[in-house]
């Protein structure tokens, strides 16, 4: 049997999107290939709100994220970053020589709107990232607040991390008007990883002009173009195992679930698992900027002040085919990870946080 999985990706992949992963394959330049690939960017379009151009590079989400602020920094970029993701958004910049700072939140805090109004005050920076769901700490960025600053700098790119969130969680992305907003598939979409998604705007694509060096396979304007020139045809040969699973999986979203209906399953599983959280830990993040699609909980059960061993409880967790996640990066072992995203439902997560409660005997 499937382990079943409660970390923050890979998560559970449901049968028939796993058996679209074994069908024959096509050439990747036929008329079949770039109607898949259409109507991958018409259901993608709709789950993210947006008639902004879908994007599809075969690599993990990471991928887009170097090619993003490679292709569209013409000046210098501003990074704000709540966690290992951010920082890593920060790396990308630097290993690619591209001017950038980092604007820091403590962890478990937010990247405040008052932040981002501070740094591009100063007429330094021509484009911006924000995480809107930090994976190690279990912080909901404020994109809305964000997005009402944003509005005082037109000619600002705006950049999202979205991999953990974005089809499990709300984001209006062009009523908030970001530019460049970055998926992939092993989260919240609850598909193999191997593909990065991202929706850009004309005003990012129009930027990248202005960009010398934006490198070759991760650079969005080449994507651009093609795909305006190939009829939604890939550069170079994508995972087309993949596609035909995305193109079923955003099918089953978009006509079956009720994209809706998906982001209150999201919310309703994420509202039970904190619940649950405070009863016998602590929700480790501020409270006001919760994460919808996981939560990261500090491991001192309440009332005691040792922390209980994550290796452990996963170990006993495994004897019943479940995982749960350890904390990342500066928070491993002093925090652990429940993820409420893709295919998990209440059913799932009362079944995983009874499981703790019994292994740790905390009833
Ligand atoms: C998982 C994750 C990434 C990295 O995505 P990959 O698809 O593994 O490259 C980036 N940002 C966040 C917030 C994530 O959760």
């Known amino acids: 049997m499937a382990i079943k999985l409660f970390i923050p990706g890979p998560t559970i992949v449901s049968e028939d999107i796993l058996q679209e992963m074994s069908l024959p394959m096509i050439g990747h330049r036929s008329a079949k290939a770039s109607e898949i690939q259409k109507r991958i960017s018409d259901n993608m379009q709709k789950v993210l709100f947006t008639d902004n151009r879908i994007l599809l590079s075969t690599s993990s989400g990471s991928g887009l994220m170097e090619g993003a602020i490679r292709s569209c920094t013409a000046k210098r970029a501003a990074v704000f970053s709540v966690g290992a993701f951010g920082d890593k958004w920060y790396k990308m910049a630097i290993a ?82 970001i530019d460049v907003l970055i998926t992939s598939t092993q989260k919240a979409l609850a598909l193999p990883p191997g593909l990065a998604i991202c929706a850009m705007s004309r005003k990012a694509y129009e930027r990248t002009a202005e960009v010398p ?64 959280a405070d009863e016998y830990f602590r929700v480790y993040p501020n409270r006001k900027y919760l994460s919808k699609t996981l939560t990261v909980i500090d491991a001192h059960p309440k009332g005691c002040d040792e922390l209980i061993s994550i290796p452990a409880l996963n170990k006993a967790l495994a004897e019943r085919n479940m995982q749960l996640g350890n904390g990342y990066g500066g928070l491993k072992d002093k925090t652990f990870r429940i993820a409420h995203m893709g295919e998990l439902t209440l059913d799932d997560m009362k079944e995983i946080t009874s499981a703790v409660v019994d292994v740790l005997k905390l009833g």
């Open 96 to 177: 690619n020589g591209i001017p950038a700072e980092k604007f820091s939140s403590e962890m478990g805090e937010p990247t405040t709107p008052e932040m981002v109004d501070a740094a591009l005050s100063t007429g330094k920076y021509d484009l911006i990232t924000v995480t809107h769901n930090e994976t190690s700490s279990g912080i909901q960025n404020p994109v809305e607040e964000i997005a009402e600053v944003m509005k005082k700098y037109p000619d600002v790119v705006w950049c999202v991390d979205a991999v953990s969130s974005a089809a499990g969680s709300k984001i209006e992305t062009d009523k908030l008007g």
């Open 213 to 276: 060096n934006r490198g070759l396979y991760f650079d969005l304007r080449t994507l651009w173009d093609f795909i305006d020139k190939k009829n939604y045809q890939y550069t170079s040969t994508p995972c087309l195992s993949l596609m035909y699973a995305l193109d079923k999986q955003l099918q089953k979203i978009v006509n079956e679930e009720g994209i809706e209906a998906r982001f209150a399953r999201h919310e309703q599983c994420a509202e039970f698992t904190r619940a649950w």
